[in-house]
T-cell receptor, first 110, second 114 residues
């Protein structure tokens, strides 16, 4: 019962912005959208999360559509070190579990 | 410490033997998770500890798996009578509060059962 849908893979040019889409058409009003990434042979790393408003931090920006049925993670200037699997996760505020799907394998090319 | 620490980083064991995997969470973090990641697969939730509350063991795949968290800090995941299908990377994460807005993961323990 997947709550999110992401493309299996995508390529990005180094130095360009990487836009990672995520569909979550069944999201409930109080569920947050989280993004994590997992670089090869490492544990997952938190990137950003949001509820309704767009969010930005030192790593990325999160754009959530007005109907909240989809979102986009933006890496503003991709580097080779951003090559990783990116996971979009929908999570209720009182649910501590993180349900990781297959994610998007992002390859940044020089 | 600077982050979540797991040991050993790699463990090879014979089928049928018991193994213990250790997790040192970030100091002061009240929430601790264990996940498992089989080769080429996503992360599978195993167990969750939060403060002094009873742990959520709903993800443990069989009664051969158990975990404890002593003194609200270090956690040990024990697998008894290991099987080849237990081979995976076991990941531990901790979080600072009940809202668990950000989980910090360790590097994992790669378990190989031969």
């Amino acid at each position: 019962d997947a709550k999110t849908t992401q493309p299996t893979s995508m390529d990005c040019a180094e130095g360009r912005a990487a836009n990672l889409p995520c569909n979550h058409s069944t999201i409930s009003g109080n569920e947050y959208v989280y993004w994590y990434r997992q670089i090869h042979s490492q544990g997952p790393q938190y990137i950003i999360h949001g509820l309704k408003n767009n969010e930005t931090n030192e790593m990325a920006s999160l754009i959530i559509t007005e109907d909240r049925k989809s979102s986009t993670l933006i890496l503003p200037h991709a580097t080779l070190r951003d090559t990783a699997v990116y996971y979009c996760i929908v999570r209720p505020p009182n649910d501590y579990k993180l349900s990781f799907g297959a994610g998007t394998t992002v390859t940044v090319r020089a | 410490g600077a982050g979540v620490s797991q040991s050993p980083s790699n463990k090879v064991t014979e089928k049928g033997k018991d193994v213990e995997l250790r997790c040192d969470p970030i100091s002061g973090h009240t929430a601790l998770y264990w996940y498992r990641q089989s080769l080429g697969q996503g992360l599978e939730f195993l167990i969750y500890f939060q403060g002094n509350s009873a742990p959520d063991k709903s993800g443990l795949p069989s009664d051969r798996f158990s975990a404890e968290r002593t003194g609200g800090s270090v956690s040990t995941l024990t697998i008894q009578r290991t099987q080849q299908e237990d081979s995976a990377v076991y990941l531990c994460a901790s979080s600072s509060d009940r809202r668990n807005t950000e989980a910090f993961f360790g590097q994992g323990t790669r378990l190989t059962v031969v």
